[in-house]
């Protein structure tokens, strides 16, 4: 079906609509859960919502397991932080002071003194090796992650950020719509984009 309607993404709209016309459709009721992610503010709802202590999408319930793909990442470490209804994903260095109601994707990497409230970290496809970190600190470029001192406030991180110290990004409903090269403000939330680097001190 992926082959005859190669321009399609949408089920609902695009591919379940042109193959009822060319091929024998069913449906069936589906009682589990769902929800339409199709937007900036659903998509960052539905994630943030697994930080509920019992969440409708509930990732510990045994009878419907999710089967993730194994990435044989080191435990996640955790230093000098408070961490209240979080999420936080194999193979992370975390020194932040404060994460709150949010979801730390793999291979993350927080600084000191670092405040992160209702934001969806998606982390990093791969770690800085020690000569890419040198370079990197000698052009004066932030490394793969969240720097130190820096306040998040209703994100979402792409991957492979580079986020420098001293950042603050605390988006709400008083912000009007906006596009950059670096970030997107949409439905009171900011979206770093992938591969974004925010200098030292970046504020929106």
């Not at 209804?85 to 927080?110: F, M, P, Q, T, Y």
């Not at 998606?122 to 470029?141: H, P, R, V, W």
């Not at 420098?164 to 900011?190: A, F, M, Q, S, W």
């Amino acid at each position: 079906m992926f082959n005859i309607y190669p321009e399609s993404k949408d089920f609902g709209k695009e591919i379940i609509p042109s193959s009822i016309n060319n091929y024998t459709v069913a449906s069936y009721q589906y009682d589990g859960y769902w929800t339409d992610i199709g937007n900036i503010y659903s998509f960052f709802e539905a994630n943030l919502e697994l930080t509920s202590d019992i969440p409708e999408f509930n990732l510990f319930d045994y009878s419907q397991t999710i089967y993730t793909r194994p990435r044989m990442l080191p435990p996640s470490k955790v230093s000098g932080s408070t961490l209240e209804k979080a999420l936080i994903s194999d193979g992370c260095i975390i020194h932040a002071s404060r994460i709150e109601n949010s979801v730390i994707g793999v291979r993350s990497r927080i600084g000191y003194g670092t405040n992160i409230t209702g934001t969806y970290i998606m982390g990093a496809d791969f770690y800085e090796t020690l000569e890419e970190i040198n370079q990197a600190q000698s052009k004066n470029i932030p490394l793969i992650g969240i720097g130190e001192r820096c306040n998040l406030r209703n994100c979402i991180i792409d991957k492979n950020c580079r986020i420098g110290d001293d950042v603050r990004l605390n988006v709400g409903p008083h912000l009007e719509p906006t596009d950059t090269e670096l970030y997107t403000v949409k439905d009171g939330i900011i979206v770093v984009k992938k591969g974004a680097v925010l200098p030292n001190g970046f504020t929106v």
